[in-house]
């Protein structure tokens, strides 16, 4: 089992930005395949952000420009900096990690561990 712990989510006005933070609390598992995914309320949880494997990156389509995945190794640590918030970004932020390699990457099911997640609101 893999410990993920986020943090960093808040409300913020539109046009505002966060940075939210996710620590693999599991000594053993390195930050390797590990992703950024969103739930807001009345819809699935979609795929915002993740890394391949080989250090790659991949995003959806409505937070490209906006929003940078990153990573600390020596700090076993995911960031998502999310900057030019739009209300339409309002959910629960979950880290994942834990990857079935034959899943697309920003797929629910590529991953096995999930966080408990952290909310940001964004008013208009």
């Known amino acids: 089992q893999v410990q993920l712990v986020e943090s960093g989510g808040g409300s913020v006005q539109a046009g505002g930005a966060l940075n939210l933070s996710c620590v693999v609390a599991?000594?053993?598992?390195?930050?390797?395949?590990m992703a950024w995914f969103r739930q807001s309320q009345g819809n699935e949880r979609e795929g915002v952000a993740a890394?391949?494997?080989?250090?790659?990156?991949g995003y959806a389509d409505s937070v490209k420009g906006r929003f940078t995945i990153s990573k600390d190794n020596a700090a076993n640590t995911l960031y998502l900096q999310m900057n030019t918030l739009k209300a339409e970004d309002t959910a629960m932020y979950y880290c994942?990690?834990?990857?079935?390699?034959?899943?697309?990457?920003?797929?629910?099911?590529?991953?096995?561990?999930w966080g408990q997640g952290t909310q940001v609101t964004v008013s208009s």
């Open positions: 994942a990690a834990g990857c079935s390699l034959s899943r697309p990457l920003l797929a629910r099911k590529r991953y096995h561990y």
């Open positions: 599991t000594p053993t598992y390195k930050t390797a395949c």
């Open positions: 890394f391949e494997t080989d250090g790659s990156t």
